[in-house]
């Protein structure tokens, strides 16, 4: 099953390329994950660079990159959708292409913190642990023998009843 995890308005390419690396990692094969959001910088923060590095992830993956990619012609078709910005609610996001789930999954935006080094580090991390939380158990789900409206149910479950990092 392929999933987008999506920014609706970040420029900073951290929470979903953060998201990115977990369920690839998680999913074991079972999921392949993409990240875009819709005003991308260009540029991978150097924070969620690091700390993917410091927990063993390959980084070669990471770029950023505009949503528009996966609307083009013989871009892969999503199964899921899921919007990790803190604000994605409130904002116009695009209608993809074969009508995957979608859910929200708030993420305050690591690289908005302001303090010292590390407290910005530390604010990556809170968005890692978060992320991880969620990813995990959208991937112990029963995918097989779930129905779509319960999945939807469950997916918008995982984005309420974890608290936002921050």
């Given at each position: 099953?392929?999933?987008?995890?999506t920014?609706?308005?970040?420029a900073?390419?951290?929470r979903s390329?953060?998201?990115?690396?977990?369920?690839n990692?998680?999913?074991q094969?079972r999921f392949?994950a993409?990240?875009?959001?819709?005003?991308?910088?260009?540029?991978?923060?150097?924070f969620a660079?690091?700390l993917?590095?410091?927990l063993?992830?390959?980084?070669?993956f990471?770029?950023?990159?505009?949503w528009?990619e996966?609307?083009a012609?013989?871009a892969?078709?999503?199964?899921f959708?899921?919007?990790?910005?803190?604000?994605?609610?409130?904002e116009?996001?695009?209608?993809w292409p074969?009508q995957?789930m979608?859910?929200?999954w708030g993420?305050l935006?690591p690289a908005?913190?302001?303090?010292?080094?590390?407290?910005k580090?530390?604010?990556?991390?809170?968005?890692?642990?978060l992320l991880?939380?969620r990813?995990?158990?959208f991937t112990?789900?029963?995918m097989a023998s779930?129905d779509?409206?319960?999945?939807?149910?469950?997916?918008d479950?995982?984005?309420r009843?974890?608290?936002?990092?921050?």
């Open positions: 099953m392929r999933i987008h995890l920014c609706c308005s970040c900073r390419a951290a390329i953060l998201a990115e690396a977990i369920l990692r998680v999913g094969g392949k993409f990240s875009a959001g819709s005003q991308p910088k260009g540029e991978v923060h150097p660079i690091q993917l590095k410091s063993n992830f390959d980084t070669s990471a770029r950023s990159k505009s528009e996966f609307a012609p013989g892969p078709e999503m199964h959708v899921f919007t990790v910005c803190d604000n994605a609610a409130i116009s996001c695009p209608v074969g995957p979608t859910a929200h993420v935006d908005a913190a302001e303090g010292t080094n590390a407290e580090h530390l604010a990556f991390a809170e968005a890692y642990r991880n939380s990813l995990s158990i112990s789900l029963p779930i779509k409206l319960a999945l939807q149910r469950r997916l479950e995982i984005g009843n974890l608290p936002k990092a921050g």
